[in-house]
């Protein structure tokens, strides 16, 4: 009777034991959110991965980041989306190469019952049907800045500041990324439908990267006409056609003086150091910080239940960098680490 009794008591220890544990732990142990990023190279790309890791840093008692890179590479990306379904993520961020590539791919993480929020760029809901539509795709939310109005910024300025019948060119990002074709468009709107004298003597996709940007400057310098402007949808491109030139005494005088006008979009420490050099004319802040904050701040809200993705649209705004206010930005990322003193 005692061996029986023994016996008895030890299984109910056991079960009891395996409903607490198991159960408990389940329902404590911190969610899994996955950061895919668009890619490495892309210096945006990398300081929004770095401050979504930093953002992460106050939730971790809600949520564990993992963050992986697309590389530039829309297969690589749509993997890295399907892994995200066989490793069982609590929610994934995306951060698109190509909108309309990943849409289907953002669907299947829906469809396994994952929610999404895309961002920097947005994907809408055209991306997915191929429709007309610019609502945001459904079933998932977003934290983004508006592409138009970032490279507004430039384009505006631009408008009174490029000399007449300037030979300039336009560096591109990846073709069907919201945010390249945008701001391309941007500049269309602002820029060369009030400037008809301009002429563009070079315009290609540089996929945001500075060393594309690079070959393709020094490609156009080659053959002879001298450029006016670069007009370039980043500052990553920006600063990779400014780099093609900065030795060439045509463009940079021996007193540090320019001959050309450039114009970059997202405020990034690398193009803040370029204007306080004199080689980047301005830029817009897209901050990275802002998205990651936010972006952050909202998956802790959907994991704890306080909101659905579809209730998340959120947008940071755009402010120029130029010469007289650039030190404040310096000053920032100074603090924030990306720039040593």
Not at 172 to 177: A, D, L, T, Y
Not at 182 to 199: G, I, L, M, N
Request: with cysteine; proline share 3%.
């Amino acid at each position: 009777m005692k061996k029986i009794l023994a016996v008895l008591l030890c299984l109910v220890m056991v079960f009891s034991l395996a409903a607490c544990g198991g159960g408990g732990n389940d329902a404590d142990a911190p969610k899994k959110v996955c950061f895919v990023a668009r890619a490495s190279a892309d210096t945006f790309a990398a300081w929004l991965t770095s401050e979504m890791k930093k953002n992460a840093e106050q939730y971790k008692d809600i949520f564990t980041l993992d963050c992986v890179s697309g590389e530039g590479d829309d297969d690589k990306e749509n993997a890295l989306l399907e892994d995200c379904i066989t490793k069982g993520y609590d929610l994934v961020i995306v951060q698109s190469n190509n909108n309309a590539a990943q849409a289907p791919y953002i669907k299947k993480l829906l469809d396994a019952g994952i929610p999404v929020i895309t961002t920097n760029p947005t994907t809408h809901q055209g991306d997915f049907d191929g429709s007309d539509s610019t609502a945001i795709m459904e079933g998932t939310g977003t934290v983004d800045a508006d592409p138009v109005e970032q490279a507004a910024v430039g384009a505006k300025r631009a408008v009174n500041e490029i000399p007449k019948n300037a030979n300039v060119v336009v560096l591109k990002g990846p073709s069907g990324n919201y945010h390249a074709d945008k701001r391309r468009e941007a500049w269309d709107t602002y820029f060369f439908s009030q400037r008809p004298d301009v002429k563009i003597v070079g315009e290609d996709f540089a996929n945001w990267n500075s060393d594309e940007a690079l070959t393709l400057m020094e490609a156009w310098v080659q053959k002879g006409t001298h450029i006016d402007a670069i007009i370039a949808m980043n500052d990553n491109m920006a600063a990779g056609a400014i780099e093609a030139i900065k030795d060439n005494k045509e463009y940079v005088k021996a007193d540090g003086s320019t001959t050309f006008y450039a114009y970059g979009v997202d405020g990034t420490a690398q193009g803040c150091l370029l204007i306080r050099d004199g080689l980047l004319t301005c830029t817009a802040l897209q901050g990275a910080n802002d998205i990651a904050k936010m972006n952050m701040d909202y998956a802790a809200k959907i994991l704890s239940g306080e909101i659905e993705a579809t209730e998340v649209a959120d947008f940071v705004d755009a402010p120029e960098i130029n010469k007289d206010n650039v030190a404040d930005y310096i000053k920032m990322y100074v603090e924030n680490g990306e720039i040593k003193e």
